[in-house]
Nanobody, 114 residues
Framework: GQVVESGGGLVQPGGSLRLSCAAS????????MSWYRQAPGKERELVAA????????NYADSVKGRFTISRDNVKNTVYLQMNSLKPEDTAVYYC????????WGQGTLVTVSS
């Protein structure tokens, strides 16, 4: 199976972006999904996670109230809506699927800069 991220880009501080992660090759609805990010010179960190049904979510303290994770089990896609973006949100954002297998995407770059 694989997951492919999209939606990254350059945005000004205070702006918004929506990342998408399209899954294929596995039973998406059985997998918990999460978004991680890795900034230059820093370790990869968990940003947000969502249960297989979508009924449970959790967020890093640094993004609570600004980011929203959601999923569509018909479209086999998970989303990350990012609002009120800050320069410190600049990073490569990765999608991860986890159940029987762990599947990582290649990442999409988000740059927050004026």
């Amino acid at each position: 199976g694989q997951v492919v991220e999209s939606g990254g880009g350059l945005v000004q501080p205070g702006g918004s972006l929506r990342l998408s992660c399209a899954a294929s090759g596995f039973t998406f609805s059985r997998y918990a999904m999460s978004w991680y990010r890795q900034a230059p010179g820093k370790e990869r960190e968990l940003v947000a996670a969502i249960s297989s049904s979508g009924g449970s979510t959790n967020y890093a303290d640094s993004v609570k109230g600004r980011f929203t994770i959601s999923r569509d089990n018909v479209k086999n896609t998970v989303y990350l809506q990012m609002n009120s973006l800050k320069p410190e949100d600049t990073a490569v954002y990765y999608c991860k699927a986890q159940w029987v297998l762990v599947v990582w995407g290649q990442g999409t770059l988000v740059t927050v800069s004026s």
